[in-house]
């Protein structure tokens, strides 16, 4: 794995927070220099796992690696799909509440970890992962 990241089966993963919090764009290519990018919170099952993790950490505010800053109204995944009628979401509320000024999708702590749109350009907390080396 990268340096600082943990193997967890196929995958390495880290956390990055506090002054290592980055705006989106900063996020993934922090990710994207070590060999992967940021990690999308796809999977009910996984993203429940994770949550627990984060509450018992008291973790900030991350971002989701979902963003329609592309085209407004079309939620793309880091890795290029688009979000699908079947995906797993999360938001805090039953919409999204997006506007052209918001195109980035974070986890709120103070909503559980629920998700919003909110402006690309803020500085959040963000997990990386990159495919484990043979
Ligand atoms: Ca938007």
């Known amino acids: 794995c990268p ?4 193997a967890h089966r196929d995958d390495c ?3 990055y927070g506090g002054k290592n919090a980055q705006n989106y764009s900063g996020a993934r290519q922090v990710c994207q220099e070590n060999g992967g990018d ?3 919170w796809r999977g009910a099952a996984a993203v429940a796992r994770l949550k627990r993790r984060l509450k018992s950490d008291h973790s900030p505010s991350l971002w989701v690696g979902l963003s329609d800053a592309d085209l407004e109204e079309t939620f793309l995944w880091a890795d290029g799909l688009a979000l699908d009628g079947n995906d797993f979401t999360d938001w805090s509320w039953d919409q999204p509440h997006n ?3 918001k195109d980035c999708v ?3 702590r103070v909503h559980r970890y629920r998700w919003k749109v909110v402006p690309c350009s803020y500085r959040r907390a963000f997990i990386c992962q ?3 080396a043979p």
């Not at 340096?3 to 943990?6: D, E, N, P, S, V």
């Open 3 to 6: 340096h600082g990241y943990r």
């Open 13 to 15: 993963y880290r956390f």
């Open 38 to 40: 940021i990690y999308m």
């Open 99 to 101: 506007t052209a000024e």
């Open 106 to 108: 974070v986890a709120r």
């Open 130 to 132: 990159s495919p484990r």
